[in-house]
């Protein structure tokens, strides 16, 4: 009688040991499993209407190499204004490629890498020698605004980007023209057109 009772012992605990434990849940039921014990719930009341918001507008300054891919007069004053640490505003850009205008003509803008005919840093030393580029050329011009005396009244102008015709006045009354551009006299207002250099010009 103990041996039968010994055996059926025997038997279940084989049997309780033979049962697998249950698979531990996947990520996907574990995850599940959290929502439901943690879910929120939102009201929202009938009266409710949606906040609008007021978006600072946003500006972008080209940079040397997309001015340099431009390739027009108008991008190389750009350029200048960059090189002379200066904002590019309408008025600045505007006064400068009239500039451009009154010492070479649009057509050839370009003409020997020097569309200012400026002096300073040129390889033959005078304002009718050349620069190898036009992008050395913008920063030989800016250069020279920036550290000539003479030429302190037209960088004060595109530093504090003042009117037009305040930067203009500066520049006749400065001595990069012995002319002085008559003081104003020979100066042009009618829009400069745009026109592109050739490629093998901005090196």
Sequence with gaps: M???G???IAFGLFATLSIAPPAPPSDAQALQE???THAQTLVIAAEAEPASSIRDGYDATPGIPTLKAEGTNYA???MVMLFGGWPITEDNVTVFTRWMRQENGPPDWWNRNNPLNNGWGTQGGTFMS?????VEAARWCADALNTNPGYAGIREGFAQA????EI???IWASPWATGHYANGGHWHYTPVQVV???AGAWG
């Design 168 to 170: 203009e006045a500066a």
């Design 130 to 134: 050349g620069y190898p580029n036009l």
């Design 6 to 8: 010994a055996g059926v």
């Design 2 to 4: 103990h041996a039968v």
């Design 76 to 78: 190389w004053a750009k």
């Design 196 to 198: 592109k250099a050739p």
């Design 162 to 165: 003042k009117p037009a015709a």
């Design 34 to 36: 959290y929502l439901d």
